[in-house]
């Protein structure tokens, strides 16, 4: 399958503070990425989708000003946590879909391990 | 919105048990895929299943899509201690983007 890295895996940062993800497929080209975020044994929160060259698509509930996306190209989206709170402490995913050239598969990152002091 | 729901949220099994996950769409599903995720890990794509009633195998998993594309099964005959992890169900229901609406997930323990 298709591999997409992510960086940093892991980042401690104080309160108030700006933390920047990056998303990068490294194998094909992903018109859309999506960004997750993953409490302990909880389930994947779609915070929104990141389309190439446009505005992103943020789900109900999720500050776009505080969680900033940007999609520059076709193989690189990033995400920042502006003005970081403890409460932003999470582990944060992305992935990347083959759609509309595949069958719609999503392929994760390995994913950023986000601690707010 | 839609919702996706998705029993047990825990399994603990001996070894050489079967085991089955189960989904529930809110929704009438475009394709379901199904996602597995190892501890400490990030989540890989098994499947997708599209077609109603479709059923699908690999190895020792099968895979079920009901008649009215709102539920699904994955079930795990004679579990080995490397099934362990999470196993996500993801419906789509269309829209241009393909975004995936994802089960609370199954995490499944083998004791040896």
């Known amino acids: 399958g298709a591999v997409v890295s992510q960086h940093p895996s892991r980042v401690i940062c104080k309160s108030g503070t700006s933390v920047k993800i990056e998303c990068r497929s490294l194998d094909f080209q992903a018109t859309t990425m999506f960004w997750y975020r993953q409490f302990p044994k909880q389930s994947l929160m779609l915070m929104a989708t990141s389309n190439e060259g446009s505005k992103a698509t943020y789900e109900q509930g999720v500050e776009k000003d505080k969680f900033l996306i940007n999609h520059a190209s076709l193989t690189l989206s990033t995400l920042t946590v502006t003005s970081a709170h403890p409460e932003d402490s999470s582990f944060y995913i992305c992935s990347a879909s083959d759609w509309p050239s595949g069958r719609g598969e999503q392929f994760f990152g390995p994913g950023t391990r986000l601690t707010v002091l | 919105g839609q919702q996706v729901m998705q029993i047990p949220q825990y399994q603990h099994v001996q070894e050489g048990e079967d085991f089955t996950t189960y989904c529930n769409s809110s929704t009438t599903l475009s394709n379901i895929q199904w996602y597995k995720q190892r501890p400490g890990g990030h989540p890989v794509f098994l499947i997708q299943?599209?077609?109603?009633?479709e059923v699908k195998k690999q190895k020792r998993l099968t895979f079920q899509f009901g008649e009215a594309k709102k539920n699904s099964s994955l079930h795990i005959t004679a579990t080995q201690t490397t099934d362990v992890g999470t196993y996500f169900c993801a419906g789509h229901s269309g829209g241009s983007n393909y975004k995936l609406t994802f089960g609370k997930g199954t995490l499944l323990t083998v004791n040896p």
């Open positions: 299943l599209v077609k109603s009633g």
